[in-house]
């Protein structure tokens, strides 16, 4: 079985400055997807980027980017010019690309990141 | 309405009473799922759905019962539910060909509180 861990259970950075949480995780599988969710106290889980691990680019959304290490099976997250509405729990999750669900396989998520934004 | 929605989004019940959540998906998407978050856990996997089959459940109590009337609907019937329930139920839908890339869209959730 996979699993997933986020070492940091709670970040605080400066609005503007750069920020990165940190996940691993540990599977048996070459081809897998890797996922950050973001909830904010509305509770809404929202994808904030996602890579597949076949590519070998680190995947990037404007602020938002990963820095990908397949062989260390690490996936962190780093926002650049944190804003206040960046305040969120933050989720890493995997998922399997080639499980039993044909294609309906359900994510492993960490315990997540809360993250701080100092004004 | 878009994405993925949920209803009701919040619920108290006893532990003697019988209640459903609903999720529904307007994304065209093939598979749904129900996760439960509860209070320093992580999310966990309760019930699969891929084209109106269920593909797996993650031992799930029986008390919990899924349904999966089409690709856009996803209910979840609850009775005599223990206090420990209590938690956030999310629903999520995914595309499972190459073209979703593995991602699943969340709804907003259900706070259910078991008394």
């Known amino acids: 079985a996979q699993t997933v861990t986020q070492s940091q259970p709670e970040m605080s950075v400066q609005e503007a400055e750069t920020v990165t949480l940190s996940c691993t995780y540990d599977t048996s599988e070459s081809d897998y997807y890797l996922f950050w969710y973001k909830q904010p106290p509305s509770r809404q889980m929202i994808l904030v980027i996602r890579q597949e691990a076949y590519k070998q680019q680190n995947a990037t959304e404007n602020r938002f980017s990963v820095n990908f290490q397949k062989a260390a099976k690490s996936f962190s997250l780093k926002i650049s010019d944190s804003q206040l509405g960046d305040a969120a729990m933050y989720f890493c999750a995997y998922r399997s690309a080639a499980g039993s669900g044909g294609g309906a396989d359900g994510l492993t998520f960490g315990k997540g990141t809360h993250l701080i934004i100092q004004p | 309405e878009t994405g993925v929605t949920q209803t009701p989004r919040h619920l108290v019940m006893g532990m003697t009473n019988k209640k459903s959540l609903k999720c529904e998906q307007h994304?065209?998407?093939?598979?749904m799922y129900w996760y439960k978050q509860s209070a320093k856990k992580p999310l966990e996997l309760m019930f699969v759905?891929?084209?109106?089959?269920?593909?797996e459940n993650n031992s799930v109590p029986s008390r919990f019962s899924p349904e999966c009337p089409n690709s856009s609907h996803l209910f979840l019937h609850l009775h005599t539910l223990q206090p420990e329930d209590s938690a956030l139920y999310l629903c999520?839908?995914?595309?499972?060909?190459?073209?979703?890339?593995?991602?699943?869209?969340f709804g907003p959730g259900t706070r259910l509180t078991v008394l």
């Open positions: 759905y891929s084209l109106e089959e269920r593909v």
């Open positions: 994304l065209g998407h093939n598979a």
């Open positions: 999520a839908s995914s595309q499972t060909d190459d073209s979703g890339k593995g991602t699943q869209y």
